[in-house]
């Protein structure tokens, strides 16, 4: 009998051949442990999504969203970048919670992140500015001082309407309407 892990390979190894036929990687094709941090060939996020299967247990699958990358598509990240990046391959969904953990923001924002995976600074900006923070302006606090800019995050986030403090203010708003170009 086939090993499960030998059989997802070799499902893996013909998709990738595949789409290197057709050249087009469609997320709904791709293993759930390359899902996440992927780009479908329509320029569109892959999501891993989590399910219960007919016996109660927990599955996962991949799942094309309605989030589209502008500047790339067909790209599946490399581990290298999930790992400088302090991200998992096994993220449910797109979450900007990611960013009240200290050593996240630290990871993202660091040279090895920030400077060399476009595709992870691009998601983490755009959901960034979902919350009211401009990433360049997050990390630049982050060197500087990373438990205060920790605190002030903190303090602003759901805070039902309260006004930011000080170094979270120079952060919010006034953010431009895209990710920095690195492609």
């Known amino acids: 009998m086939v090993s499960s892990t030998k059989l997802s390979f070799i499902l893996f190894a013909s998709s990738l051949f595949v789409q290197g036929i057709l050249a087009e990687l469609i997320c709904e094709n791709l293993p759930t442990n390359l899902c996440a941090f992927a780009i479908a060939s329509s ?23 309605e989030v589209v990358v502008e500047r790339l598509s067909g790209y599946i990240e490399t581990d290298q970048c999930v790992s400088s990046c302090g991200v998992d391959r096994g993220f449910v969904g797109i979450s900007s919670d990611d960013f009240f953990t200290a050593d996240f923001t ?77 492609f």
Do not use: W
């Open 43 to 65: 320029g569109k996020r892959c999501v891993l999504e989590n399910f219960k299967n007919k016996n109660g247990r927990l599955e996962y699958t991949c799942k094309t969203s």
């Open 106 to 182: 630290s990871r993202l924002c660091s040279a090895a992140c920030y400077q060399n995976c476009p595709n992870i600074v691009d998601l983490y900006f755009n959901l960034a500015a979902g919350e009211g923070v401009y990433l360049p302006a997050l990390c630049e606090k982050q060197r500087e001082n990373p438990h205060r800019v920790m605190l002030e995050l903190l303090s602003s986030g759901g805070s039902g309407g309260a006004a930011p403090g000080p170094m979270v203010a120079e952060l919010v708003a006034d953010a431009p309407a895209s990710a920095p170009s690195f």
